[in-house]
């Protein structure tokens, strides 16, 4: 088997296996759920952009932070995820809202985007990536696809938090080591720690950081 046919099969399998959790549960039963993402909130409001900047939420599934995103007045929107399942479920929610959201499925560590974003945000799904190799490819199309100091706000597990999430293996993270993680380009703006309880009442320790595009 060639390196390209395991690699085809592997993001195969990455894809359906979220499927499969979006089929399974709604969006409130996910252990990721947040009613009110408060903290994501206000790390947004507080990089001061318009309401016309280009936003994307990498891995935004079911995820409401759009929604209220757009009832805030932001009205460039985009969701990424690679699971169609998940965004099905989005814009079923969004109703007649979801006609004004761009919505995109695809593979974040290979797609190539049509145009640059002034906001790149991901809630756990860089923890995801085990691989070096996955998480340099993240890294090269957050840096194709970034604006000129544009924002990066990213959450991850910390390394509080269990090692596994849905049933997948994590890397776990602190400001410090995602600083190193992402490079030099990248500034860091702000940090804050949230304990996350799931549905079931776990609680999971959960660190956001917000970094600033420097050069590039």
């Keep these: 088997m060639s390196i390209f046919s395991f690699f085809s099969i592997f993001r195969k399998n990455n894809k359906s296996h979220w499927d499969k959790i979006y089929?399974?549960?709604?969006?409130?039963?996910?252990?990721?759920?947040?009613?009110?993402?408060?903290?994501?909130?206000?790390?947004?409001?507080?990089?001061?952009?318009?309401?016309?900047?280009?936003?994307?939420?990498?891995?935004?599934?079911?995820?409401r932070l759009t929604e209220l995103l757009f009832e805030k007045g932001y009205h460039n929107l985009t969701v990424f995820d690679i699971s169609?399942?998940?965004?099905?479920?989005?814009?079923q929610?969004?109703?007649?809202?979801?006609?004004e959201i761009a919505w995109?499925?695809?593979?974040?560590?290979?797609?190539?985007?049509?145009?640059?974003?002034?906001?790149?945000?991901?809630?756990?799904?860089?923890?995801f990536l085990t691989k070096a190799d996955d998480r340099l490819k993240?890294?090269?199309?957050?840096?194709?696809?970034?604006?000129?100091?544009?924002?990066?706000?990213?959450?991850?597990?910390?390394?509080?938090?269990?090692?596994?999430?849905?049933?997948?293996?994590?890397?776990?993270?602190?400001?410090e080591s995602l600083q190193k993680e992402i490079g030099s380009e990248f500034e860091l703006i702000n940090s804050r720690d949230e304990f996350h309880q799931t549905p079931t009442g776990t609680k999971q320790k959960f660190t956001y950081c917000h970094f600033k595009r420097t050069s590039g």
């Design 23 to 63: 089929s399974a549960h709604s969006s409130e039963q996910l252990g990721w759920h947040q009613e009110y993402p408060e903290i994501s909130l206000e790390l947004i409001v507080d990089t001061k952009l318009g309401f016309d900047a280009h936003i994307i939420d990498v891995g935004g599934g079911s995820s």
């Design 84 to 91: 169609r399942q998940a965004l099905h479920a989005a814009q």
């Design 93 to 99: 929610s969004l109703a007649e809202k979801a006609e």
């Design 104 to 127: 995109i499925e695809g593979d974040i560590t290979s797609y190539i985007f049509d145009q640059q974003y002034d906001l790149w945000y991901d809630r756990a799904v860089f923890h």
């Design 138 to 175: 993240y890294l090269e199309t957050l840096n194709r696809t970034l604006s000129t100091n544009g924002h990066f706000i990213i959450s991850t597990f910390s390394p509080e938090a269990p090692p596994k999430c849905s049933g997948l293996p994590v890397v776990r993270y602190t400001p």
